[in-house]
């Protein structure tokens, strides 16, 4: 695993990440990996632990032979990384861009392709998961969204992060739905979390 810029097969160390732009993701290459499996993406929740996550996953990357990225979003910069169009007041980089930021880091360490990922997230995971899929839909091959939440829907009058009105989205974000249409999603939601919709409420007040 390449943590902090070092390689290490102790994943029970204490979860320490170094200030960005170093020792910000996590990267597992499998012995099953075989050139051309491709690139799995995990997005953390709101708990903002990646080895947890890693922990999880990393059978899931063995068994496919894919290789295993999960990005570390720090909460004392970017706590609303998962509404996707946050600045890190540091680097200046905006949190989708620093995911393809990533990628093409990933693709520089090890050969493989990031041109489609795979992506999954959970929570406030899957909020940036689905978020992210609408904003780079040719990146995104399939996506497993779990328990986001909340939303955001193809609704132009509403702002960021529940719509997609032009005022609240970044000029170089256009929504193209032929090609977010042709991403294979899939959206699991556990039996014990079936609340109401944080969103419901943002619409109840338009």
Known sequence: VLYNGQYTNEISIPFTFTAP???????????????GNGVFVVIHGSSYNPLQNLQITKPV?????VILVIPYFME???DHYHNLFEYHPVTGVRTDIRLLQILD?????TGESTNKIYMTGQSSG????HRFLMAHP?????????????WTFPETAWAQPFGINSGSTPSDIVYDFSLIN????????GSLDMGDDFSKYYYQQK
């Open 138 to 150: 040719e990146r995104v091959k399939r996506a497993v969204i779990s328990s986001p939440g909340y």
């Open 126 to 129: 899957g909020q940036y998961t």
């Open 105 to 109: 880091e990933v693709t520089a360490a």
């Open 61 to 65: 990357a063995e068994r496919n032979g």
């Open 21 to 35: 732009p170093n020792g910000d993701y996590l990267l597992y290459v499998p012995e099953s990996y075989q050139p």
């Open 76 to 78: 004392r910069y970017v």
């Open 182 to 189: 042709q991403v294979e999603k899939k959206v699991t939601v």
